[in-house]
């Protein structure tokens, strides 16, 4: 299984970003996004549901941050996004995605599967 994200940058506080994971298996995963600082612990962002109808978020981003996701048909491959808006310098952070076989949300121990990570950078 592969996770590939995409999509990070540098941005000014209070704009958007789109980050971008593809995840290719034929398992009906759950995904997440999680984030990770040097002075932090990998902090779980948001999460999603193979069926894309359940969806999970930490309260630090909730409602500013949206999980959503494409399914192919054969399940082969999952494209899920992280949509982020009104960005802070705090959510500076290299973010990453992974995908689990289990709803457990918020533990990443639960996921198999990570990607290499992208840096989102927001500038005050």
């Known amino acids: 299984v592969q996770v590939v994200e995409s999509g990070g940058g540098l941005v000014q506080a209070g704009g958007s970003l789109r980050l971008s994971c593809e995840a290719s298996g034929r398992t009906r995963y759950v995904m997440a996004w999680f984030r990770q600082t040097p002075e932090k612990e990998r902090e779980f962002l948001a999460a999603?549901?193979?069926?894309?109808?359940?969806?999970?978020?930490?309260?630090s981003v909730k409602g500013r941050f949206t999980i959503s996701r494409d399914n192919s048909r054969d399940s082969a491959k999952s494209t899920v996004y992280l949509q982020m808006n009104s960005l802070k310098r705090e959510d500076t952070a290299v973010y990453y995605c992974?995908?689990?076989?289990?709803?457990?949300?918020?533990?990443?121990?639960?996921?198999?599967?990570w990607g290499q990570g992208t840096q989102v950078n927001v500038s005050s």
């Open positions: 999603s549901a193979w069926s894309g109808e359940n969806a999970f978020y930490a309260d």
């Open positions: 992974a995908a689990g076989s289990s709803w457990v949300p918020t533990s990443a121990q639960r996921y198999s599967y």
